[in-house]
């Protein structure tokens, strides 16, 4: 007995996991032209020191339900901090560089924070798991969910909405995309690209920390949970078009929706269906879904 | 220029230097040598694509192919003889890989940059895939290879190690002095042409399509030999040799090394080695630290990888 | 813009990087009179937590305690029949072509006397032929796979812990015990041969036990996935009465905080087959009614002896926490090649015995652990046997206890010496007792 809604339903709440991750290194890639490996350290990082705010909040007894708004802090947090040191502690001096070139800077940096995180905090697991079970259930077609799965899609949904009109209304977001248009021509008419890049790189890292900040609830937290969502969300990003904010949503949706179907009905391909999506994606649209045409430079 | 003619000399004397010297070695010392070697010709095949200007984050697929291949030969097709020999594994690897090559690479010759990197890294991921779901070949765990003879000739126990090491020795001779006399080819140099502008190299009347072709042909018939020659040296294979971290080290190494001259991968892939294992060793808790510090420091000292070093010393001189 | 300077710097901190490497093994060469015995377990990635920090950690309090003869009897002897013992830590991560040089490294380069180590099954496949080539004295704390010593014979090499057949055949027995009427049952498992061969063991005992009972699905996410959500819709549609999962360290912790707010651990018995370190690590949060298995007769089920009492406090009194089987399974490897030395060493006059004499001593041994008695009775005296318990958690309260334990002998869920474990479970645990 398996209807499409539970398929639908578990699709949904993983594509609002997926896009999560996947938002903050879409946005990066499509200022910075940077595709950063350690974006996942950044998403463990978020869920550490998430982990770590909830054991506090809890040991010391403090209202429950406020630790609902430690996910967002620890988000913040980490972004404040990680994003502005790495940003100008290491990136800015490889711009320029060929796109692979800088790949690798950010895998020598998710080497370099794996081991500083694991200094931090050890390779035992944490958790957090208070907020996950404390809203308690709803039943749709007979089946439990957890409500904090609820707000996981409503946040999503929320960050989604929020980006994509911070770009179209925003000045700081017009900025950013006369930056991803051009960033020669930019500069020359008196954008302070530096500035843009220090702010992109600042909000990529407080999303993917707030995504780490948003699942540490309902997982244990645990060295190389970093390394395994990384592939994830690039699967995720060149599917739906590499920095391209609707095609994070729609690479996000396929890979959830194609992951839940093949628990549900074809356990058996679940372990590599995401790179079987994302290979024949890239067959047929080889830039990916949402690809923007690009100028032609000579 | 004359740095770059006195290759084929320098590589034939480092072959006799590596072939003499590698007899007096200790049995770890030649293990540790053959493993750069093999991985040493996965790089060399990075070398002739990131000349053509492609980062492959997927020659994991080649390299475990090129491991499996000649081991289920034996194992499934059942050719004892033949797939016990410490020279056919590797060259049977070889010729799989190639023969795969072949096939993506009509589709992935139309690919740049990043998104060749993606897609080659989507094959090798479900290559991965579908070697953990095949429990005939072990899944996970894998299973254990071994080798009798060398060229059909038996092998006494004591001198099983050294043929092995010996074979991968020569096997990257060949490979580094053929890949040297390709690239001042007609075919060979329009690589970096490609690199520069595709443009020109049609107006040129060359297929840019086809040039890409067949390097990543080349890429992957070494990446198997590699893989072949690894596998035979470790004793054991499992699906983790297409792991995408394992396509990243190779490109971790080829950028260590440079592109400026085909000796550069496998030097970079012995030092590599070297450095993994002395971390290991003396920062059990750190050693992921010091290969990412080791790589920053490469990109931001010596862009052009540690050739440059030698570079700068022959232009000096 | 001064470009010389920095190529310098790198130049330079490339030279000093190879000088102290150079240095440092030039240092590390041999002293004669301790015995170096290389210890291999996860200290990074995803194993580290679950099982290999506990496995150093029951090593170091074993060790140290040996060297200063302070062990309970029958171990009082200082270090190994006298000898000082000196570990030296290698980290497992990596994969096996790095465990292959690394085990040739400890042996050949910092000649170690022995070594004990191995968590992952694909590491202990791929060191195993190493250790008879290199002829060097190889204990298996931990790893599960059957087909060490079922596809092989060695020399050289030992496995003091039973294998995860074991763990499947004694969770069948089980289950069917504690709900004779059961209708259905379905499995979660890690995509990768721990998890497949757990399951396949699993539905092939259940299949002997309760012929026409059908499994109603089986998931097998990815290794480390973390997000279960869809597997945990699947698994409460599938009305299972038994849910089998041999899940780990961060995925088990995972399974049980995702699983139990939807009532998975309600609606269906839940057996987890390596569930002990879950259950020391997460504590209250474990649901009640949850089947706990500890890979053998370990902490909540270890036998109450001088020797597991002092264990369990020396390890806690340092490390805050109860030690988990990982624990229990090194502390039983360092005292079996305890047990061998200095059993040899007696039959040599009191002598240091030479590796030949420890590995003739060590055959077919049967020696004490923490958690009870070993039989070194499989794989012509080289494969332990040992019997194992399961138990239900109760949690009043968030304090847990173990109720309906049973034991099971080792006789009664592993082979006997030189059948295969797939074909004894299907032939119907047939030679067993």
Not at chain 3, 158 to 176: E, I, K, N, P
Request: hydrophobic share 50%.
């Amino acid at each position: 007995m398996t209807d499409l809604v539970p398929v639908l339903i578990d699709g949904i709440i993983y594509a609002s996991y997926l896009f999560i991750i996947a938002v903050g290194l879409t946005l990066i890639y499509g200022v910075m032209k940077i595709l950063n490996m350690a974006h996942g350290s950044l998403y463990a990082l978020g869920a550490y020191v998430t982990a770590t705010l909830v054991g506090a909040w809890f040991s010391h007894g403090l209202n429950p339900y406020g630790s609902f708004a430690l996910p967002l802090l620890a988000a913040i947090l980490v972004g404040l901090v990680a994003g502005p040191i790495i940003e100008r502690g290491l990136l800015r001096f490889m711009y320029g560089n060929d796109e692979i070139v800088l790949i690798l800077v950010t895998y020598a940096l998710l080497l370099i924070l794996e081991d500083l995180i694991k200094l931090v905090w050890g390779v035992e697991s944490y958790s957090a798991y208070q907020p996950y079970g404390l809203l308690g259930t709803f039943e749709v077609a007979g089946l439990p969910y957890t409500k904090y799965d609820a707000i996981l899609v409503g946040v999503a949904v929320s960050v989604g909405v929020a980006l994509t009109w911070g770009l179209a209304r925003t000045r700081q977001g017009k900025l950013l995309l006369a930056v991803i248009h051009d960033r020669e021509v930019s500069a020359a008419m008196g954008i302070n690209v530096q500035r843009v890049y220090l702010v992109t790189f600042t909000i990529g890292t407080i999303l993917a920390a707030l995504a780490g900040a948003l699942i540490a609830p309902k997982v244990s937290v645990v060295p190389a949970m970093g390394v395994e969502v990384i592939v994830l969300a690039f699967a995720v990003v060149v599917i739906g078009g590499l920095g391209s904010l609707p095609g994070a949503a729609l690479g996000a949706l396929i890979v959830g929706l194609v992951g839940s179907a093949a628990v549900h009905y074809l356990p058996q391909v679940e372990l590599f269906s995401i790179y079987l999506v994302m290979a024949l994606v890239l067959i047929f649209r080889p830039k990916g879904l949402f690809s923007a045409a690009e100028a032609r430079k000579i | 220029m004359t740095a770059a003619d006195r290759t084929l000399p320098a590589l034939s004397l480092a072959l006799q230097v590596f072939l003499i010297g590698g007899w007096f070695l200790p049995d770890w010392a030649q293990s540790l040598l053959i493993l750069a070697f093999g991985k040493g010709l996965v790089v060399l095949g990075l070398l002739l694509l990131i000349r053509t200007g492609l980062v492959s984050f997927g020659q994991g697929l080649y390299y475990c192919l090129g491991a499996y291949a000649a081991v289920s030969a034996s194992k499934i097709l059942a050719f004892p003889d033949l797939m016990s020999d410490a020279l056919a594994m590797p060259l049977f690897g070889g010729v799989v890989a190639g023969v795969l090559g072949l096939v993506l690479g009509f589709l992935l010759a139309r690919y740049r940059a990043i998104f060749f990197a993606m897609l080659s890294l989507a094959f090798s991921m479900i290559l991965y895939g579908l070697l953990i779901k095949m429990s005939v070949l072990g899944s996970s765990d894998g299973f254990n290879i071994d080798y009798r003879t060398l060229a059909g000739i038996k092998l006494p126990d004591g001198m099983k190690l050294y043929a092995l090491y010996a074979l991968s020795t020569l096997l990257v001779f060949i490979a580094t002095a053929c890949l040297h006399r390709y690239l001042r080819s007609h075919l060979g140099r329009l690589a970096p042409a490609v690199r520069d502008n595709e443009l020109r190299v049609e107006y040129m009347g060359s297929s840019v399509r086809y040039v890409v072709h067949v390097n990543y042909i080349i890429a992957a018939v070494l990446a198997g030999v590699g893989g072949g020659l690894v596998a035979l040296s470790i004793g054991h294979i499992d699906p983790d040799l297409a792991y995408w971290t394992t396509s990243g080290e190779f490109v971790f190494v080829a950028v260590l090394g440079g592109t400026g001259n085909v000796a550069a991968p496998v030097l970079a892939s012995l030092l590599f080695e070297w450095i993994k294992s002395a971390a290991y060793q003396y920062a059990p808790y750190t050693w992921q630290m010091v290969l990412g510090i080791t790589l920053l420091l490469v990109i931001m000292f010596l862009p052009a990888g540690l050739w440059s070093i030698f570079q700068r010393r022959a232009r000096e001189a | 813009m001064n470009t010389k300077l920095p190529r310098q710097l790198g130049f330079w901190s490339a030279t000093i990087l190879v000088l102290a490497s150079a240095f440092g093994a030039v240092s590390a060469a041999a002293q004669e009179n301790p015995v170096k015995i290389g210890a291999v377990t996860f200290l990074s990635g995803a194993a580290a937590g679950p099982f290999g920090v506990p496995a150093r950690n029951g090593a170091e309090i074993i060790v140290e305690a040996m060297n200063a003869g302070q062990l309970p009897a029958p171990y009082t002897a200082k270090g190994l029949g006298g000898a000082p013992v000196q570990l030296a830590f290698t980290d497992e991560a990596g994969g096996t072509t790095k465990q292959v040089n690394e085990y040739r490294n400890l042996v050949q380069r910092d000649n170690v006397d022995m070594v004990i180590g191995y968590i992952s099954s694909g590491d202990c496949l791929a060191v195993a032929p190493l250790a008879d080539e290199l002829k060097k004295l190889t204990v298996f704390f931990d790893c599960g796979t059957p087909r060490i010593f079922e596809d092989a014979s060695y020399k050289y090499l030992f496995r003091t812990g039973a294998t995860a057949t074991m763990d499947s055949v004694a969770a069948a027995l089980y289950v069917t015990e504690l709900k004779p009427s059961l209708k259905k049952y379905a499995g979660i498992n890690q995509n990768y041969s721990w998890g497949q061969d757990s399951w396949n063991d699993f539905e092939a005992a259940m299949k002997v036990l309760k012929p026409g009972v059908e499994a109603a699905t089986s998931q097998m996410p990815k290794l480390l996935a973390g997000q279960y959500g869809a597997e945990i819709s699947t698994l409460l549609t599938s009305h299972a009465d038994v849910v089998h999962t041999s899940f780990w360290g961060g995925d088990a912790e995972a399974l049980i905080l995702q699983g139990a707010p939807r009532g998975l651990f309600q609606k269906s018995t839940v057996v987890m087959t390596a569930g002990e370190p879950t259950l020391v690590r997460l504590g209250s949060q474990v649901p009640d009614g949850t089947v706990i298995g500890a890979r053998g007769p370990f902490d909540v089920f270890a036998p109450d002896t001088e020797l597991n009492r002092w264990f369990r406090k020396a390890y806690e009194d340092r490390y805050g926490v109860v030690p988990s089987y990982p624990a229990y399974k090194m502390a039983q490897a360092i005292l079996g090649v305890k047990s061998a030395w200095e059993k040899a060493q007696a039959a040599n006059d009191g002598k240091r015995p030479s590796e030949d004499q420890v590995i003739a001593a060590f055959e077919h041994l049967s020696f004490e652990g923490p958690g009870g008695k070993v039989e070194m009775a499989l794989g012509k005296g080289h494969q332990a046997m040992q019997g194992t318990a399961y138990g239900i958690a109760k949690n009043a309260g968030g304090k847990i206890t173990m109720v309906n334990v049973k034991t099971y002998p080792a006789t009664k869920v592993t082979p006997p010496d030189g059948v295969k474990s797939d074909e004894w479970i299907k032939s119907g645990f047939k030679a067993g007792k």
